[in-house]
């Protein structure tokens, strides 16, 4: 049993994160060091041209399949089927999400469902139940907004759209592997999205120091 299956039962000081993150203008050059065979890159609608290039020109796979996030806002379960039609029965090895935190949080239930196909709903979100997600498939993310933290994030939201309500699916298996810290990705976007990332970073900060699950290494990068 590997560290990363570890369940405590009984709270201890404890800090899991991304075993490889990348930042600065040349953070996109560590996609030439991911070896994969077959890659699926889940993008959200607003990526320009540019560097939706710049990323593919990185990607070494034999094989890339490109999918545009279906549908707007937070995913639903119709949005992860879309995905998964897009890969026509095929598993990628590496998941490519690039976009806000909505992208990312679509692409771990696209793991989820590749892992755990027969998974019922009841059994999705009951935390921690989901089993090793990530045999065979590693997960890299690049967002494009700051503040939603969905790539050092357990969990994953994920929208009723008939109840339209909102539920959180939870697994230590959704923390992405590599990720990307680009700020070029950040050029450009609406006035009131970056607003919205700073008051989400700040609201992630205050709850980081406050908690009453905490740890010294925490409550360094919450100060």
Wanted: glycine letters at 10%; a neutral charge; one cysteine or more.
């Amino acid at each position: 049993m590997g560290f990363s299956r570890i369940k405590t039962l009984f709270a201890v000081p404890r800090l899991l994160t991304n075993p490889d993150l990348f930042a600065g203008p040349r953070a996109l050059m560590a996609l030439k060091g991911v070896g994969s065979s077959r890659t699926l890159l889940l993008t959200g609608g607003s990526l320009g041209q540019k560097l939706r290039g710049e990323i593919k020109k990185m990607l070494t796979a034999e094989s890339v399949v490109e999918v545009t996030r279906p549908g707007r806002g937070d995913p639903d379960w119709d949005s992860v089927a879309a995905v998964l039609s897009s890969l026509g029965g095929g598993v990628p090895d590496l998941i490519v999400a690039v976009g806000g935190g909505s992208v990312l949080d679509l692409a771990k239930l696209v793991l989820l469902k590749l892992a755990w196909p027969e998974a019922d709903v009841a059994q999705i979100h009951r935390p921690f139940a989901a089993p090793p997600l990530k045999t065979h498939i590693r997960m890299c993310a690049i967002p494009t907004t700051a503040g939603s933290g969905a790539e050092v994030s357990s969990s994953a939201l994920v929208l009723d759209r008939q109840t339209q309500s909102k539920m959180v699916v939870v697994t230590h298996d959704f923390i992405y592997d590599i990720v990307l810290l680009d700020p070029r990705f950040l050029h450009g976007i609406p006035r009131s999205v970056m607003m919205a990332g700073v008051i989400d970073a700040m609201a992630h900060a205050v709850e980081g120091a406050i908690s009453n699950v905490d740890n010294p290494l925490a409550d360094a990068l919450a100060g």
